[in-house]
Every structure is written in C-alpha cells, then in structure tokens.
C-alpha cells in the first residue's frame, strides 16, 4: 500500500523562529491535506491542496503531485502553533480512503 | 467548529462491554469516516458510509461495526471490549465520497476501557 513519511518527526522551536515540515508519498494521489492536532487533541483542517500553494496568515503549503510531496511551512511560530502535525492522502483502493502520516510533533518554547 | 457533532465526549467503561459512538456530520456532506487514534500514535482508517452505504473499509476489527442512518448520522459499535481499545475515536464527513473535497473532523470521543 501507499506509503506517507512525514519528517522531521520531532521538532523544537523557539517562539519567532521559522519552520518547514515534509510530506513525502509513495503512490499518486487524488488529494492531500494537512492537519494540526492541538494538546487538546482536536483536529484542525490547516490546508486542502491537491496541488500548488496556499497560504493562510503565517501558514503556507505547497503540494507538487508530479514528485510525491507537500511543504507547509510556519513562519513567526508561536507556542499556539504546538501540537502535532499531520499529512494525509486521498486515494482510490477499492473506495477513497484517507491515509495519515505518522506527523510532526512541535513544541514552541516560549 | 468544523460542524461535525460527535457525541459522546469521554466514555469510561469495563472490559467486555459494548458502547456506541455517534456522528452527525456536517449540513450537505453524504460521507462519515470513522478513524481510531491510540495513544501516541497515528489515525487508523475505520470504515466510510456514503449515503447509507458502506463503501470502503480498513483494519476495523469484527467486535466492531457501524451504520449509517438516513438522517444521515452514523454509529459506530464496539462490542466485548478490551483495553486496548482504549482511544480517541474520531468521525469525519465529506461532501461527496471524498475524491474532491476536503475531510472534516468532529472533535472526537475519549474511550477509556478499564
């Protein structure tokens, strides 16, 4: 099946510093998004992007289909921003289905 | 508020018990995920329903089982419980069956199987 890394897989930051997560997967895939879970442990849509870039304040992602990754990238990081990061896959296996990565866990020291 | 409404928030129950979980998804959306997240690790696929249908499946055990209802909702079963079924479980929904639209997360339920 599909494999989806995502690295690094722990990330320390002080509070201002700027930081690039990585997705990289294994198959094509109809869809990618990424998510924050937060220390309460809610999942937050961050951003939908098949392919391209967006961006959303100090957020931004880049997904390039054609080589199998996703960037999302967080600049002035502030200790809100703590909390572990997911990329996930939409592809079609006999029904779509959503593939999470492992993610990134970050911690932004005050 | 993603607009997902999962109920309940925290569930305590003794081993060999069965509880049900339920979604209501967002206004529109026709597809419920159910995802299974242990501690410290990632989120396991479950099981989709699109419009009253189940259309596709992951490593969802046989004590488990869902549905859904033609309002909609859904329900997921656990049944003769173990510890390590101990997790937060979570239901999404999309518009359609998920090729071109975003997932979005209720806000899960706590299980805690003693």
């Known amino acids: 099946g599909i494999q989806v890394e995502q690295s690094p897989p722990d990330l320390i930051l002080q509070e201002g510093a700027n930081s690039t997560l990585r997705c990289n997967f294994s198959?094509?895939?109809?869809?990618l998004q990424w998510f924050h879970q937060n220390p309460w442990g809610q999942l937050i849509n961050l951003f939908y992007i098949p392919s391209g870039t967006k961006q959303n304040g100090r957020l931004s992602a880049t997904t390039v289909a054609t080589e199998r990754y996703s960037l999302l990238y967080i600049s002035s990081s502030q200790t809100t921003d703590s909390g572990v990061y997911f990329c996930a896959v939409r592809l079609y296996t006999g029904g779509f289905k959503t593939i999470f990565g492992a993610g990134t866990r970050l911690f932004v020291k005050a | 508020d993603s607009g997902v409404t999962q109920t309940p928030k925290h569930l305590i129950t003794a081993t060999g018990q069965r509880v049900t979980l339920r979604c209501s998804p967002r206004s529109g959306d026709l597809s419920v995920y159910w995802y299974q997240q242990s501690l410290d690790q990632g989120l396991q696929f479950l099981i989709q329903y699109y419009n009253g249908e189940e259309r596709a499946k992951g490593n969802i055990l046989e004590r488990f089982s869902a549905q859904q209802f033609p309002d909609l909702h859904s329900e997921l079963n656990l049944s003769s419980l173990e510890l390590g079924d101990s997790a937060l479980y979570f239901c999404?929904?999309?518009?359609?069956?998920?090729?071109?639209?975003?997932?979005?997360f209720g806000n899960g339920t706590r299980l805690t199987v003693t």
């Open positions: 999404a929904s999309t518009k359609g069956q998920g090729e071109n639209s975003p997932l979005h």
């Open positions: 198959d094509s895939v109809n869809n």
